[in-house]
């Protein structure tokens, strides 16, 4: 099955500074990957996703990179705010299944 | 209420004892999943239902028993469980079976004594 990491386990970072959280997955027929962001005591939301057929796509601030190749996929995160401050998780599932499997998560905390 | 609500939000049990967690989404979604979110581990996925079917069991020990009587309510009954069991239980649902964005619930917060 599905086995996702995810690095770093904690990022620290100035605000407005750029912020990156890799992961990498195993099975390459994973074609789905979304990122969730669970702020502290709330449920984990999406805020970006992306499909194998693309390899970037960006929403404002954010920016989700796929290296099919490599297996591996990023969330970049620039000018990074005090409410920026979560933990993040990627996750990887096959095109034709609902069975999403989610990294450990990367807990990201914005100094102001 | 709009989206996916769970109660009850906190749960103290023994192992002894039977209890159960409920989901419900506003949402119209068709698929319906439980979650296991533990300190510093991935979340994990437990069940997922499809229009009210199960479609996954991910090796999920039989003292966790689900049931999905439609594809608006979602419940995980509890028995005889461990301290390990202790987590925080996520709902969550989407729409169709191809992946879609998963809506999540707030959570029950399970403490096993």
Same mark, same amino acid.
């Given at each position: 099955g599905e086995n996702v990491e995810q690095h770093p386990s904690t990022l620290s970072v100035q605000e407005g500074d750029s912020a990156v959280i890799k992961c990498t997955y195993s099975d390459?027929? %994973?074609?789905y990957f979304p990122w969730y962001k669970q702020e502290l005591g709330k449920r984990p939301q999406l805020i970006i996703d992306i499909r194998s057929n693309v390899g970037e796509k960006k929403d404002q601030r954010i920016a989700v990179t796929l290296n099919k190749t490599a297996k591996h996929f990023s969330l970049h995160i620039t *000018? $990074?705010?005090? *409410?920026?401050s979560a933990v993040y998780f990627c996750a990887a599932t096959p *095109?034709? #299944?609902?069975?999403l499997v989610f990294g450990a998560g990367t807990i990201l905390r914005v100094k102001s | 209420e709009t989206g996916v609500t769970q109660t009850p939000r906190h749960l103290v049990m023994g192992m002894t004892n039977k209890k159960s967690l409920k989901c419900e989404q506003h949402? #119209?979604?068709?698929a319906m999943y439980w979650y296991k979110q533990s300190a510093k581990k991935p979340l994990e996925l437990m069940f997922v239902y499809n229009f009210k079917e199960q $479609? *996954?069991?991910? %090796?999920?020990?039989?003292r966790f028993s689900p049931e999905c009587p439609n594809s608006s309510h979602l419940f995980l009954h509890l028995h005889t469980l461990q301290p390990e069991d202790s987590a925080l239980y996520l709902c969550a649902s989407s729409q169709g079976v191809k992946p879609r964005e998963l809506f999540f619930g707030e959570g029950s917060r399970l403490t096993v004594l």
């Open positions: 390459s027929a %994973s074609n *000018e $990074t705010q005090p *409410e920026d *095109e034709y #299944g609902n069975k | 949402l #119209g979604h068709n $479609t *996954e069991n991910n %090796s999920v020990p039989s």
